[in-house]
């Protein structure tokens, strides 16, 4: 096992790409917003009231950047955490910061091609599918590393 | 850099405050539970069966509390991320606990004028914009401390 | 206060419970997205295009799934926060290494009787709550043990 010492350049490319995942994550609500204001469709009447426009669950372009905004739900906080508890097992360093980068660009892509500009499959599903083999391969490294806590 | 000691009051903060966010997004489960049971509205078969009501997805009672527990979702993972790789920056103790002060705050107000006693807009756009203010300040804050690691 | 150390088996069995929920969270997109291709109902007019089926948000057995998918993230990122901010107040290995498995069977158990074998209540009801009562509980250890730092 190996502790997480921040001068270890792994544990700071870790800090920086979850740092850009959260605030990549957060940015989805002003997107959200933005796009209710411009179509003028709200999720509540006191928005609509403020807005001036009407409440509806149903506009194509909103609901899309909502699914978009909970698949990073989906996936984002189980890479935190999965991308700590890999750098325990010590992994080499170019290796596991490659793997944050193909995560992080992923799941940039995801949203780019899923919310902004939308484009047909499988665009999409190889963004998702890039992020997603970084989870569960980083998952199944450590839970085979620690199987004998188990 | 600076290794996480809990022994630094900033730390002690960034827990406390860490656990009260997660004990006040896990009490919106409960909330949704009686909101449903009180009003009737069940979103399964089985659960209609046993509380003696019916399946219905546009309870606005309801949907708003789960609108306020998804905006949770949406908010506090990050937070628990963000705060303690900020403090690994070596913010100053009364800085950092103010910031993790004014967001717990801030997402307590937001879950009572969402889903306890709405209030007309502004009161949950602040309360939300002073949460995500405190998020987007500190994963600023960490990408540019750790940007040569990228 | 107690140091997160890597040699305490408390630790590595909260790493080894923490990657087996991360993982069991991931696999819910692909099972979601099997039961969308099985049925032939997407989200998304890109999908249905190249799935052959159609656009449809009610579909029973789809929906069942997402609702399983949700209560996971309101409950298991929660947990890898307060599981191991629960470590640093020095729990008995064994009496944390049984929360943690209280957790994590509970959470595996709520999935297959909400979304895989669904069963009629109380079966999803008890394993909401054994794993919510975990996750209470430490919270409120926690955050009492804390508190000076509010």
């Not at 096992?1 to 790409?17: E, G, R």
């Not at 909970?70 to 508890?85: Q, R, T």
């Not at 998702?128 to 998952?139: H, I, K, P, Q, S």
């Amino acid at each position: 096992m190996v502790a997480i010492s921040l001068d270890n350049p792994a544990v700071q490319s870790y800090i920086v790409y979850t740092a850009i995942l959260a605030v990549k994550l957060l940015l989805m609500s002003p997107l959200t917003g933005f796009s209710r204001v411009k179509r003028g469709v709200f999720a509540n009447e006191e928005d609509a009231k403020k807005g001036g426009g009407k409440v509806k669950f149903d506009d194509p372009v909103v609901e899309r950047i909502r699914r978009a905004h909970l698949n990073d739900l989906e996936n984002i906080p189980a890479f935190w955490v999965l991308g700590l508890l890999y750098l325990t097992t010590g992994p080499a360093t170019a290796w596991a910061t490659l793997l944050f980068r193909v995560f992080t660009i992923s799941r940039i892509i995801h949203t780019i091609v899923y919310a902004i500009v939308p484009l047909p499959q499988p665009a999409r599903g190889l963004a998702f599918m890039g992020a997603a083999f970084v989870n569960l391969y980083m998952g199944a490294q450590v839970i085979m590393y620690y199987i004998t806590a188990i």
